[in-house]
């Protein structure tokens, strides 16, 4: 049996940290280049020389000061949880910045083992570290090693055996900060050990550092015991009032200092530059991609670019699983019996679930191209230009980060968005960031805007695409200056960013960051949309329509059947309702039969006698379907149309296209009627007082109403109220196509319903995390503040549009 070891990775944000934890687990863990990402610890586990070892990758922190929630639980794991060994991953290429955390584990006593990662990259910058040196001054075991490309992972973990292999006790590090702070660190150590309160997992010495640092999480350890906690505190307002008065500096300054001169000497002895003063590559590139012309010019393109590509590759893959879906129904149609099971399957299930998979392709082809841009390094790039602007609408630079994760660029989630806000310091940029976040394009609205740019705009999907994420983008700031200058009114904090060198992406790295989005799309659709389809199906089936309504439309079908079996035109050919059902059923097998070019078939139907009329009614059918809307059995058939009837053949094919137009009408209207009358075509029929000025209709609200929960639903339930709604003989269709003939439907009402999913409602995931950052009079305040938002901005384009004829 394999021996089971626990280490923690440890290290600053974009040391490649991560990168490090998927080389030696294989994890499918997200690597980006800009700070926040990785918020939760994260494990993951690998064996290796006979042990199973257990990995857990900590948050970025460039210290172990309890001042960020990251900080906060990378400490308190090491502290909680004793891992055998904690790998603390350094950047070489910024060897003076990363070590600062490695004194700070010292300090704790952590068994420790430095990964130096980038070594290629500080190689290329003319700095060369002596590692050997370098292990021998901190007195801990070095690895050099390129994680991204795999190069020294295996090292690292023969390093990692060894040292557990002989484990040692942990032992803080004893490093001299001055003579008045180490005096009341070994004061402070002596009562901490004298008392029995405190549990023995903490080291004394870095309980007694952290005290004169101001730790408040420390202090409050101590009020277990009053009397201790009176005393350390004492000699800790002692200390600051000395080191006050003599160096005009608090401790934890002093200790800071101290630390830094202490590194500044390790570093001296093991790092050389070759060349003192030169720009390196990402320097080089950033002249150019950052420079305050040049630079947003490039982002726009590069953006518009990705979209470009984004729609161009998926327009195939989307037609195949389109015909895919539509094979499916027309399988179920002849499996499956007719009955609430069938039309749960085709309307809840396939017409729900389907409307969202069925633009997978984009989505993926989307993820691929911001993948791309992430692991460049590129991300941080916008994110630094972004900075600009958003201290006009007085946003802090970190909610950059946040807007970014929340779809800024397409593709993210609010949720994590809104979690990312923790690293900013001031409470009224936090709120104010964290209430505009909805307003960014999530990847769960793109479904919704590929369905009707596709429809609607399909000359311009690319323009549309892009256009709507710098419309988010103006609604987001705009909105944010409104909070900044009303109820979250303050100054701006200071921002610096750190920006990761370029690196170029692997083929491997982009596939995985693809593939997880992209399954985590597909698993939604397949778990929580396709609970809230099946829900809301049942919502738009129930209670169904009294009998008697039943009967009186059932009644007008009949009707039209007895006109079919008296017309003058038809008699020669349906001579009774089994001629009329037999036909009926041979059409739908003759359509399917020329689609697929199915010879054998073919021959097949030619000996049946009602052939000749199943090819005229087929052809003029095609000619109908070829009009720009066709025809229906409110108006008269085209004369163009009429001028060809030369024989009875094509009269009584005509006859039979318009009773079955009539039929379908009927069919139509009942089951119109029947979704009106179900829970959720109540509740759509009041909404619709409010929504008819904007030219939305009762299915669409039910939608709308649906995208609370999630706003993929909306395009499911669209998908199953649409499917409901619609006459048996459509049934087949997709929501794109069915869109596409509905003449209540046109590019205005599109656009106005994209906008208003766009700014409305924040989803219930999204509100959930509000309350936990904030409180329940924030979530309220969001959801009046975007409902208003949205339905004001919209009611403006949608009126506007209609005055100005569109």
């Not at 002895?269 to 030169?278: A, D, G, N, Y």
């Not at 409110?634 to 009773?659: C, F, N, V």
């Not at 003939?741 to 995390?769: G, N, R």
């Amino acid at each position: 049996m394999k021996k089971k070891i626990t280490i923690a990775l440890a290290g600053n944000p974009n040391a490649g940290k991560s990168t490090v934890f998927n080389a030696i687990t294989g994890a499918r863990q997200h690597i980006a280049n800009y700070p926040g990402v990785t918020v939760e610890k994260k494990y993951g586990s690998v064996d290796h020389k006979g042990y199973r070892i257990e990995v857990v990758d900590l948050p970025g922190t460039y210290s172990l000061t309890a001042y960020s929630l990251e900080e906060l639980v990378a400490r308190n794991f090491l502290i909680n949880d004793r891992p055998d060994l904690v790998v603390d991953i350094v950047d070489a290429s910024n060897l003076d910045r990363n070590l600062y955390l490695t004194i700070q584990l010292k300090e704790m006593g952590v068994p420790l083992l430095i990964g130096l990662n980038m070594v290629d990259i500080a190689k290329s910058r003319g700095i060369i570290i002596d590692h050997e040196q370098l292990s021998s001054l901190l007195g801990v075991p070095v690895v050099p090693m390129v994680a991204r490309s795999n190069k020294g992972t295996d090292e690292l973990l023969d390093k990692i055996v060894e040292l557990v292999s002989n484990p040692r006790e942990w032992q803080p590090a004893k490093i001299s900060y001055g003579l008045d702070i180490d005096r009341a660190i070994d004061e402070i150590e002596s009562i901490i050990k004298a008392s029995n309160i405190i549990d023995e997992k903490y080291p004394a010495r870095w309980l007694a550092l952290k005290c004169l640092e101001g730790d408040e999480q420390v202090f409050a350890s101590l009020e277990k015991d009053p009397d201790l906690s009176k005393k350390v505190r004492a000699i800790t307002q002692r200390v600051i009032k000395h080191t006050l008065s003599t160096l005009e500096e608090d401790p934890e300054g002093v200790i800071a200092d101290h630390r830094y001169g202490y590194l500044t000497g390790i570093t001296k002895s093991t790092l050389k530059r070759q060349i003192q003063s030169r720009l390196n590559m990402s320097d080089k590139i950033d002249k150019v991609m950052t420079n305050r012309i040049l630079g947003p010019i490039l982002m726009v393109m590069i953006l518009y670019g990705m979209y470009l590509f984004t729609f161009s590759a998926s327009e195939a893959p989307i037609h195949w699983l389109d015909m895919l879906f539509s094979k499916l129904k027309v399988i179920i149609c002849t499996v499956v019996p007719k009955g609430h099971l069938q039309s749960l399957i085709m309307s809840g299930i396939v017409d729900g679930v389907g409307s969202v998979l069925g633009f997978v392709p984009i989505i993926m082809f989307m993820f691929f191209a911001i993948a791309i841009i992430e692991d460049s390094g590129y991300m941080a790039r916008i994110a630094f230009m972004l900075d600009r602007v958003l201290r006009w609408f007085g946003l802090h630079g970190n909610s950059v980060i946040s807007l970014i994760i929340s779809g800024g660029i397409s593709g993210g989630c609010a949720v994590p968005g809104i979690m990312a806000t923790r690293t900013l310091r001031d409470p009224k940029e936090r709120i104010a960031t964290l209430l505009v976040i909805p307003f960014m394009n999530c990847g769960a609205k793109l479904p919704v805007y590929a369905v009707l740019i596709t429809v609607f705009f399909s000359k311009n999907q690319t323009t549309m695409m892009f256009l709507l994420t710098i419309i988010s983008w103006i609604f987001a700031l705009f909105a944010a200056k409104l909070l900044r200058l009303t109820v979250l009114k303050g100054s701006q904090t200071p921002f610096v960013m750190e920006l990761p060198p370029y690196r170029l992406p692997t083929l491997k790295g982009v596939c995985i960051h693809t593939w997880e989005r992209t399954f985590q799309y597909i698993k939604k659709a397949g778990t929580i949309i396709l609970g809230l389809s099946i829900l809301l199906w049942a919502m738009m089936t129930f209670p169904q329509l009294p009998a008697n309504q039943i009967r009186a439309f059932e009644n007008q079908k009949n009707r039209i059947n007895r006109m079919i079996l008296h017309s003058p035109a038809l008699k020669k050919y349906i001579k009774d309702s089994k001629d009329l059902r037999q036909i009926d059923r041979l059409y739908a097998t003759y359509v399917q039969t020329v689609t697929k070019k199915d010879k054998k078939l073919i021959t097949k139907l030619k000996k049946s006698r009602f052939f000749p009329l199943l090819k005229a009614i087929y052809t003029t059918d095609r000619n109908k379907m070829d009009s720009p809307r066709g025809y229906n059995s409110d108006t008269t058939i085209p004369e163009s149309i009429t001028g060809h009837i030369k024989d009875e053949l094509s009269k009584a094919a005509h006859e039979y296209i318009r009773y079955k137009q009539m039929e379908e009408k009927i069919d139509a209207a009942q089951r119109q009627a029947a979704l009106k009358h179900t829970v959720a075509g109540w509740l759509g029929q009041k909404l619709e007082f409010f929504t008819r000025p904007l030219g939305f209709d009762y299915r669409t609200d039910i939608a709308l109403v649906g995208g609370f929960a999630a706003k993929e639903v909306i395009l499911s339930t669209l998908g199953t109220a649409y499917s409901l709604s619609d006459s048996i003989v459509n049934q087949s269709k997709s929501l794109s196509k069915r869109l596409t003939t509905d003449p209540s439907w046109t590019p205005l009402k599109a656009f106005t319903l994209i906008i208003f999913i766009m700014l409305y409602v924040p989803c219930i995931a999204t509100l959930a995390s509000i309350r936990k950052e904030t409180s329940w009079n924030w979530v309220w305040f969001s959801i009046c503040f975007n409902l208003t938002v949205a339905y004001t901005v919209s009611l403006i384009i949608s009126q506007g549009g209609r005055i100005a004829g569109m």
